[in-house]
């Protein structure tokens, strides 16, 4: 199965009410999430131990601050893998509270599509869509779901899943923790 499939997977089985449930996307792909850190700017970092990446987060963050950092990292981790290229990134709370600026890199991109169901994607630039009412449902930003492109929007751009499919789960044989679907 491909990487973009098993995430798509994990994405529906820990989707509800029209929330995904992002700490068990990530972990049931393998990731670890640790709460390690107090910092006045730093939301999130994404470190690699054992070739096993590993997301700090700050202490301090929001609950809707936790969950937009943590899309953003495993957003990056998931280019990263696709590239098999590793390095350690961070997220501080500038890039968060302007995000819109950076929407169409495929970070943004990709965050908010791990972060927010599709059915919510079709919706975001619907003049009548409450973005704040859904912010405070999801544990989002109102920042980070206005920043949302439905793929079909984006020219040039595939789907953002499949584009994922270049690796053929790259964590084969790389990655001692089991995925979970």
Do not use: W
Request: aromatic share 8%; glycine share 4%; net charge neutral.
């Amino acid at each position: 199965m491909s990487t973009g499939e098993t995430i798509s997977k994990l994405i529906d089985k820990h989707t509800k009410d029209d929330v995904v449930d992002l700490h068990a996307v990530v972990t049931g792909y393998g990731g670890t999430i640790v709460h390690d850190f107090s910092d006045a700017t730093l939301r999130g970092a994404l470190t690699y131990e054992d070739d096993e990446p590993v997301f700090h987060l700050n202490k301090k963050n929001t609950k809707s601050e936790e969950k937009c950092t943590l899309a953003l990292l495993f957003a990056k981790y998931l280019i990263q893998l696709g590239t098999l290229t590793f390095r350690e990134h961070k997220v501080d709370a500038f890039l968060l509270q302007d995000i819109r600026q950076y929407r169409e890199s495929p970070q943004i991109m990709l965050a908010t599509h791990l972060a927010i169901p599709v059915n919510i994607i079709t919706k975001v630039n619907d003049i009548t869509f409450n973005s704040s009412a859904y912010a405070l449902k999801a544990d989002l930003t109102t920042y980070f779901i206005n920043s949302t492109f439905n793929v079909s929007q984006v020219s040039g751009l595939l789907c953002l899943f499949n584009h994922l499919n270049i690796v053929n789960d790259g964590r084969s044989g790389r990655m001692r923790k089991p995925i979970s679907l």
